[in-house]
């Protein structure tokens, strides 16, 4: 009788142990799977500035050679998967003609914000569909060309007077912007940005109301006014997380 109960009680710990190691080499598995799995749909992203130009402008500056001139610098550094610090800098020079006066506006401007993308990236995948914003920034000269002066008469003859030049004048604004970058070949991106500003402070001359300010370009009457840009990027790759 102890030999039988001896016997049953070294069958039950050999299953118990035989369980246990099943078990345990079921869950490794399990890891494995799952960590090859994620390694296989979620590569390390790519850390690094990423800096590029406007195309716009340029292409801007060929065909209005008489009217404008400018260019733009873009850069921007990524925070996490989906997070950019982003920003741009550039200068641009344009001539307008209103109803009753002609100005030149030059000067730089600065937009420092973030991006955030809403693409879900697969496999080696690293393109971009991002929502953002921006606090812009401009120093700039406007000079007033010539302004017209209606009459009083029986014509109301126009009379036409050489203006002056306004220096030091600076633009604030708040900027909503949206676009997409697309990762053409390894680190170098195409890309296109849609933005929408809102002036918040800017100081006019006296006499009259600028109607451009580098960085916004035209402004509506309501004091605001809109954007586009075509972009070609490299990021300067420096590690991966």
Request: aromatic share 14%.
């Given at each position: 009788m102890?030999?039988?109960?001896?016997?049953?009680?070294?069958?039950?710990?050999?299953?118990?142990?035989?369980?246990?190691?099943?078990?345990?080499d079921?869950?490794?598995?399990?890891?494995?799977?799952?960590?090859?799995?994620v390694?296989a749909?979620?590569?390390?992203?790519?850390?690094?500035?990423?800096?590029?130009?406007?195309?716009?402008?340029?292409?801007?500056?060929?065909?209005?050679?008489?009217?404008?001139?400018?260019?733009?610098?873009?850069?921007?550094?990524?925070?996490?998967?989906?997070?950019?610090?982003?920003g741009?800098?550039?200068?641009?020079?344009?001539?307008?003609?209103?109803?009753?006066?002609?100005?030149?506006?030059?000067?730089?401007?600065?937009?420092?914000?973030?991006?955030?993308?809403?693409?879900?990236?697969?496999?080696?995948?690293?393109?971009?569909?991002?929502?953002?914003?921006?606090?812009?920034?401009?120093?700039?000269?406007?000079?007033?060309?010539?302004?017209?002066?209606?009459?009083?008469?029986?014509?109301?003859?126009?009379?036409?007077?050489?203006?002056?030049k306004?220096?030091?004048?600076?633009?604030?604004?708040?900027?909503?912007?949206?676009g997409?970058?697309?990762?053409?070949?390894?680190?170098?991106?195409?890309?296109?940005?849609?933005?929408f500003?809102?002036?918040?402070?800017?100081?006019?001359?006296?006499?009259?109301?600028s109607?451009?300010?580098?960085?916004?370009?035209?402004?509506?009457?309501?004091?605001?006014?809109?954007?586009?840009?075509?972009?070609?990027?490299?990021?300067?790759?420096?590690?991966?997380?």
């Amino acid at each position: 009788m102890l030999k039988y109960f001896i016997s049953c009680l070294i069958l039950l710990c050999s299953l118990v142990s035989t369980a246990q190691s099943k078990e345990k080499d079921t869950l490794n598995s399990i890891k494995t799977i799952k960590r090859d799995s994620v390694g296989a749909f979620y590569n390390p992203k790519t850390y690094g500035l990423r800096i590029g130009v406007d195309l716009v402008k340029p292409a801007l500056s060929f065909i209005e050679k008489a009217d404008f001139k400018g260019g733009e610098i873009i850069a921007d550094w990524r925070i996490n998967t989906r997070l950019f610090a982003a920003g741009e800098l550039g200068y641009t020079k344009r001539t307008i003609q209103e109803d009753y006066f002609n100005h030149t506006a030059s000067g730089s401007y600065l937009k420092l914000g973030v991006n955030y993308n809403l693409y879900t990236n697969w496999l080696d995948m690293d393109n971009e569909t991002f929502l953002g914003a921006r606090y812009g920034t401009s120093v700039y000269n406007d000079n007033l060309n010539s302004y017209t002066i209606f009459q009083n008469g029986e014509y109301f003859d126009p009379k036409t007077t050489i203006g002056e030049k306004y220096n030091n004048l600076n633009t604030h604004w708040f900027e909503l912007v949206a676009g997409l970058k697309v990762e053409t070949f390894k680190n170098l991106f195409l890309g296109f940005m849609v933005s929408f500003s809102k002036v918040i402070s800017t100081n006019n001359p006296d006499n009259y109301k600028s109607t451009y300010s580098p960085g916004i370009g035209k402004i509506s009457k309501n004091g605001s006014g809109a954007n586009i840009n075509y972009t070609i990027s490299y990021r300067i790759p420096l590690y991966k997380k």
